[in-house]
């Protein structure tokens, strides 16, 4: 009776069975892809799957395990590397079975096993689908939003330059008042500048009489009559 036994009868003896398992391993990471029995191959997935999450480990602990298990060192460092890097994102599902018929003779179901290549891709829950579908629709309605936004900003913009452009109405009204302060005071000056001119040149010609007077009067207080000289030597003889 073989009640609670996981593995398959594949052969007779254990050992038998786990050299087999072992060669099995070793082409299938040599070349990722053999042919074999369906009984087989399902058996190797199991085996298979242990020793690339051993790999995804990664530490020593784990490569020493594997090499218990595979007696190639070359085998055992292409799945600690190439094997590895292709399946770190990746829980399970590391391999692959496809049908490819019964054998002739005894009519065994033949496959072939191989590691799998292709990249993962999770399927969309119904719950995500589904918000992506309602965000879609609320797309349209925010964009208007979000384009009116900028409209409003430039016209605030343009308002605030015309603002600063055009004078305010109190400071117009400062600044006519200053001017209206400013003209009288203006055209007083003008009024002043022609009459103070006939003045200045009235008093020219006077002013050079008196120069030409005081400058004849001082030549002839400097020259004597003809008559002086003799008049003082005489004096002085007495």
């Keep these: 009776m073989r009640h609670r036994k996981r593995s398959r009868r594949l052969v007779g003896k254990w050992e038998h069975r786990k050299a087999l398992m072992r060669n099995l391993l070793v082409a299938l990471f040599v070349h990722e892809r053999i042919r074999t029995t369906e009984a087989k191959a399902k058996e190797l997935r199991r085996w298979a799957d242990k020793m690339i999450t051993l790999a995804k480990r990664g530490d020593l602990n784990a490569r020493r395990q594997a090499l218990s298990i595979l007696p190639d060192k070359a085998v ?22 496809v049908r490819i018929g019964p054998r002739r003779g005894d009519a065994a179901m033949m496959v072939f096993i191989e590691l799998v290549t292709d990249k993962l891709e999770h399927k969309r829950s119904p719950k995500k689908i589904r918000e992506d579908a309602e965000a879609a629709s609320m797309a349209p309605q ?3 939003e979000a384009e009116a936004a900028p409209e409003e900003a430039t016209a605030e913009e343009a308002a605030a330059q015309v603002s600063e452009e055009t004078p305010q ?13 400013e003209a009288p005071a203006a055209q007083e000056a003008e009024a002043e500048a022609p009459s103070a001119q006939p003045e200045a040149s009235a008093t020219e010609p ?12 001082g030549e002839e207080s400097t020259a004597e009559p003809p008559g002086s000289e003799s008049q003082a030597e005489e004096e002085k003889k007495s």
Excluded at 77 to 96: A, M, N, P, Q, V
């Design 76 to 97: 055992v460092r292409k799945l600690f590397s190439d094997i590895r890097e292709r399946y770190l994102d990746r829980d399970s599902g590391f391999t692959r079975i």
């Design 142 to 144: 925010t964009q208007p």
């Design 169 to 181: 109405p109190e400071a117009a009204a400062e600044e006519a008042a200053s001017a209206a302060e």
């Design 206 to 217: 006077e002013a050079k009489a008196e120069e030409a007077a005081e400058a004849t009067s």
